[in-house]
């Protein structure tokens, strides 16, 4: 198991990439603060068959990025604990599709309040513990459209690219505290995002540029995480990994 004996903090952790990021985690015996913005009975449910089947310890935390006092709740409750956070994984976001004359200021302040202001006071946060113990993982997931310039996307797509370069730089402040921080970049993926936000000629359109002709899988975006959180990639750090089939 690649995170026995580790304490990861899985933003976003109730669909999607974050939900298969949590099983996997689980299944590689890490004790995980599993944030999500609606705690429910269905949550917690799947919260205990995990625990059940792996026998690590799953704590549910609520956290709305676009909330300031749930964000402060959600790190309280967190470092309340007193346990050492090793791994951070930043995956909570939302995207917003309109082309750049129609993308209103407040809707752009509005993006960037959730994926990337909202993240760095919560990532500043998480960082006293690992600091406090000199050792720590942060994965960030950005996008490929910060990269690609897909039509639509200038909103997101900003913030994306905001993530990656926050955590080039963080690489470097907190490699001395032995500290390793990386970007992920998934391509187009199948969560209930990409069925939400994208029509069916444009994930055909995607699929036919892609050198593997296919959308990712979630859990594949999840095994890069897991990779990154592992002492498996200590070597590794300042990095953007593009995870997109060969775009």
Same mark, same amino acid.
């Given at each position: 198991?690649?995170?026995?004996?580790?304490?990861?903090?899985?933003?976003?952790?109730?669909?999607?990439?974050? $939900?298969?990021?949590? &099983?996997?985690?689980?299944?590689?015996?890490?004790?995980?603060?599993?944030?999500?913005?609606?705690?429910?009975?269905?949550?917690?449910?799947?919260?205990?068959?995990?625990?059940?089947?792996?026998?690590?310890?799953?704590?549910?935390?609520?956290?709305?990025?676009?909330?300031? =006092?749930?964000?402060?709740?959600?790190?309280?409750?967190?470092?309340?604990?007193?346990?050492?956070?090793?791994?951070?994984?930043?995956?909570? @976001? /939302?995207?917003?599709? @309109?082309?750049?004359?129609? /993308?209103?200021?407040?809707?752009?302040?509005?993006?960037?309040?959730?994926?990337?202001? =909202?993240?760095?006071?919560?990532?500043?946060?998480?960082?006293?513990?690992?600091?406090?113990?000199?050792?720590?993982?942060?994965?960030?997931?950005?996008?490929?459209?910060?990269?690609?310039?897909?039509?639509?996307? =200038?909103?997101? @797509?900003?913030?994306?690219?905001?993530?990656?370069?926050?955590?080039?730089?963080?690489?470097?402040? $907190?490699?001395?505290?032995?500290?390793?921080?990386?970007? %992920?970049?998934?391509?187009?993926?199948? /969560?209930?995002?990409?069925?939400?936000?994208?029509?069916?000629?444009?994930?055909? &359109?995607?699929?036919?540029?892609?050198?593997?002709?296919?959308?990712?899988?979630? /859990? &594949?975006?999840?095994?890069? %995480?897991?990779?990154?959180?592992?002492?498996?990639?200590?070597?590794?750090?300042?990095?953007?990994?593009?995870?997109?089939?060969?775009?």
């Amino acid at each position: 198991m690649l995170l026995k004996g580790k304490t990861a903090v899985i933003t976003g952790s109730n669909k999607g990439i974050g $939900l298969k990021t949590l &099983e996997i985690f689980s299944e590689n015996g890490a004790t995980i603060f599993a944030c999500a913005r609606n705690i429910n009975v269905e949550f917690n449910d799947l919260i205990k068959n995990l625990e059940n089947k792996f026998k690590n310890k799953i704590i549910p935390i609520k956290l709305d990025l676009s909330n300031e =006092s749930s964000i402060k709740d959600a790190c309280n409750n967190i470092l309340n604990t007193k346990i050492n956070i090793d791994i951070l994984v930043n995956n909570a @976001a /939302t995207i917003h599709t @309109a082309l750049f004359q129609m /993308t209103s200021l407040k809707k752009l302040k509005e993006i960037f309040e959730i994926n990337f202001f =909202s993240q760095t006071t919560f990532t500043q946060f998480i960082l006293k513990s690992m600091i406090k113990n000199k050792k720590g993982s942060i994965v960030y997931i950005s996008s490929s459209s910060a990269m690609d310039g897909n039509e639509g996307r =200038s909103a997101y @797509a900003s913030t994306k690219s905001a993530i990656i370069s926050q955590a080039k730089v963080l690489s470097r402040e $907190l490699g001395p505290h032995n500290i390793r921080v990386n970007s %992920i970049s998934p391509g187009l993926t199948d /969560t209930d995002m990409m069925k939400e936000n994208h029509k069916k000629e444009k994930i055909d &359109e995607v699929i036919s540029r892609t050198s593997l002709r296919r959308v990712a899988k979630a /859990t &594949e975006i999840a095994n890069i %995480i897991l990779l990154l959180s592992s002492d498996l990639t200590s070597y590794i750090t300042g990095q953007n990994i593009r995870v997109d089939g060969g775009m």
